[in-house]
């Protein structure tokens, strides 16, 4: 779904459970339960069973939203924007990494051998780019934004370009040698170092073996959304549930597996409303912002 106007999604009936979406990153025993835990914390908070759907992409999740079989769910924030110009969801809860509510784009290739040097981005010419999908903020929409602003036309720079639908992959095909071009997330720490990305596991351990051309930002973060279909009442409950748990073990040890995040907090308003300004304008130019 990329239409601009308002919608709406089927009516959700009255039932004691609720869905969460989530497109997992990282896959694994651990995965699957601090998502059992993350829903537990707030189930247990708004008084419902909430139970996981674990889903393997992006538009997959936009299309459970679209049509009624997830009540609320976990967003990049193209989608996120879209989906809530589009009156399908409410943003309710960000994620903060490191403090921040805000991360950045991360172009990057192989790690270089012994001698050699990394291409400048201006040097970026006739080489295999690998991106997430059209509506990944760091793994398309804003390397292209870089790339412009470097000079570099992105329509012409690459003589071939694939989407593969997540950041893994991204990192996968360039480490591997199927692409010399990747774009991935990045969190910065206050000395510019970077923390984690996609090219890392959420915890920024295990460091996979690429070379970072630059970074670009800021993108605000990931964040927690609920369909519009759902009672206004159950939303401010996931709200205040998400954003007043700070101190629940069982949750920080769940968002930071799952996400790489401290905590949940308030949607940040001013870095958001940017963002949702860039979306709107892009479909009514008639960009197509695809989640795949």
Known sequence: MSEGRPGSNPPIPDKDSLVFGFAPSVEGDRTRQALVDLCRVLGEAVGRNVAPMRVASYGALERAIVEGRAHFGWFPPVVLARLELAGRVIPVAQCVRAGGAAYQTCLFTREMEAGKVAPTIEQLHDLRAVWV???SAAGYVFPRLLLAAHGVDPAKAFRQESFVGSHAEVVRHVVEGLAEVGATFASLGPDGRI????FTDPDGTNARPIQVLATFGP?????????TALAPEMTDALRRAAT???TNI???SALRHLFGADSLAPIAESTYNE??????????SGVVLDAG
């Not at 923390?195 to 996609?198: H, N, T, Y």
């Not at 993108?219 to 369909?227: E, T, W």
């Open 133 to 135: 999908d059209r509506s």
């Open 195 to 198: 923390l984690r990305g996609g």
């Open 244 to 246: 007043h748990a700070k």
């Open 250 to 252: 069982a949750l920080k």
């Open 275 to 284: 963002l949702r300004t860039l979306v709107s304008r892009a479909l009514k």
């Open 219 to 227: 993108i605000p973060n990931d964040a927690m959304a609920c369909s």
